[in-house]
C-alpha cells in the first residue's frame, strides 16, 4: 500500500521556481510530521524542511532557509515544498517522509515517498 507519493519535480534553470507535492495517505498524515529531504550524487541523504500536520508549524534548514517554503493542504493530505531562487547545488532527488517525531534524522522517519528528481542547470 503506497502511502506518500511525490510529484512535481523537474528541470529548470538558475533562479527559477518549482512546486513540489506530496501526497499522503491519512494514516502517514495525520498529526504527523512530513519533512523533505534530499539526496545528491555522492552525498548524504540531508533534511530540509519539515511541517507538523497538526498545526502547521515548520521547520527549515538554513541551506534552504529564505527561498523554499513548506505548506499543508489537509483536505487533500498532501504537503507542498515551494522551491524558489533555485541554485545547481540543489539539484537532487527528492523525497517526503512522514514520522511521528519531531525530528530530521532519516532513520526515524517510518514511511518514505519513492522520490522526484530536481535537476537545477546553470
Known amino acids: 500500500q503506497v502511502q506518500l507519493v511525490e510529484s512535481g519535480g523537474g528541470s529548470v534553470q538558475a533562479g527559477g521556481s518549482l512546486r513540489l507535492s506530496c501526497a499522503a495517505s491519512?494514516?502517514?498524515?495525520?498529526?504527523?510530521?512530513i519533512a523533505w529531504f534530499r539526496q545528491g550524487p555522492g552525498k548524504e541523504r540531508e533534511g530540509v524542511a519539515r511541517?507538523?500536520?497538526?498545526?502547521?508549524?515548520?521547520y527549515y534548514a538554513d541551506s534552504v532557509k529564505g527561498r523554499f517554503t513548506i505548506s499543508q493542504d489537509n483536505a487533500k493530505n498532501t504537503v507542498y515544498l515551494q522551491m524558489n531562487s533555485l541554485k545547481p547545488e540543489d539539484t537532487a532527488v527528492y523525497y517526503c517522509?512522514?514520522?511521528?517525531?519531531?525530528?530530521?534524522?532519516?532513520?526515524?522517519?517510518?514511511?518514505w515517498g519513492q522520490g522526484t528528481q530536481v535537476t537545477v542547470s546553470s
Open positions: 511541517i507538523y500536520t497538526g498545526d502547521g508549524s515548520p
Open positions: 517522509a512522514s514520522s511521528p517525531i519531531a525530528t530530521m534524522t532519516p532513520s526515524l522517519y517510518n514511511y
Open positions: 491519512r494514516y502517514t498524515y495525520s498529526r504527523q510530521y
